[in-house]
T-cell receptor
Framework: EAGVAQSPRYKIIEKRQSVAFWCNPI?????LYWYQQILGQGPKLLIQ????????DSQLPKDRFSAERLKGVDSTLKIQPAKLEDSAVYLC????????????FGPGTRLTVL | DAKTTQPNSMESNEEEPVHLPCNHS???????IHWYRQLPSQGPEYVIH???SNVNNRMASLAIAEDRKSSTLILHRATLRDAAVYYC????????????FGQGTILTVHP
């Protein structure tokens, strides 16, 4: 089966600009996750969707980050405006169900904010 | 979230077994023990998980202490492709699948 797709793979922007990342999960997977991974650290969950509803967004900086999964399939994560500390790899993952044990990760988008 | 403690780094030789330890002294009865690994420039990859009993799959084995306060991921014959960061994660049974990653263990495999 095809894996989790993410685009773009790399993005460089100036601070205060906006950026959007796209994720297409594995077909049939109900749960979608966005993680932020800062260099040298483990991934941190930003938001979790179950179908098109938000299950957990407790660590999402809502003043600048937003995410949507309108039709319960692909998802977009947006940062507006970006700060220097947002430089990181943004990983998307999916699983069949929220309590299903295995999460499948995409390759990530590496964001550099100058 | 219950925390795990792992060594920052470990080294192994190719074709030898590797035992990666993880301490989780505050684990609760409904917490699952998960292991993921992350190869350079890739997203994390699921390795194995367990609750109370030891588990085996094609990638590795997971040995869980009787009191569940520690566990060990066993790679039976390390290859150069096993060089990665290995994360030991407690998934809270009621957390709707949430994984909280720590720093992990950087495994270096020497030819």
């Amino acid at each position: 089966e095809a894996g989790v797709a993410q685009s773009p793979r790399y993005k460089i922007i100036e601070k205060r600009q906006s950026v959007a990342f796209w994720c297409n999960p594995i077909s049939g997977h109900a749960t979608l996750y966005w993680y932020q991974q800062i260099l040298g650290q483990g991934p941190k969950l930003l938001i979790q969707f179950q179908n098109n509803g938000v299950v957990d967004d407790s660590q999402l900086p809502k003043d600048r980050f937003s995410a949507e999964r309108l039709k319960g399939v692909d998802s977009t994560l947006k940062i507006q405006p970006a700060k220097l500390e947002d430089s990181a790899v943004y990983l998307c993952a999916s699983s069949r169900e929220a309590l299903y044990n295995e999460q499948f990760f995409g390759p990530g988008t590496r964001l550099t904010v100058l | 979230d219950a925390k795990t403690t792992q060594p920052n780094s470990m080294e192994s030789n190719e074709e030898e077994p590797v035992h990666l330890p993880c301490n989780h002294s505050t684990i609760s009865g409904t917490d699952y023990i998960h292991w993921y690994r992350q190869l350079p420039s890739q997203g994390p990859e699921y390795v194995i998980h367990g609750l109370t009993s030891n588990v085996n799959n094609r990638m590795a084995s997971l040995a869980i202490a009787e009191d569940r306060k520690s566990s060990t991921l066993i790679l039976h014959r390390a290859t150069l492709r096993d060089a990665a960061v290995y994360y030991c994660i407690l998934r809270v049974g009621t957390s709707y699948g949430k994984l909280t990653f720590g720093q992990g263990t950087i495994l270096t495999v020497h030819p």
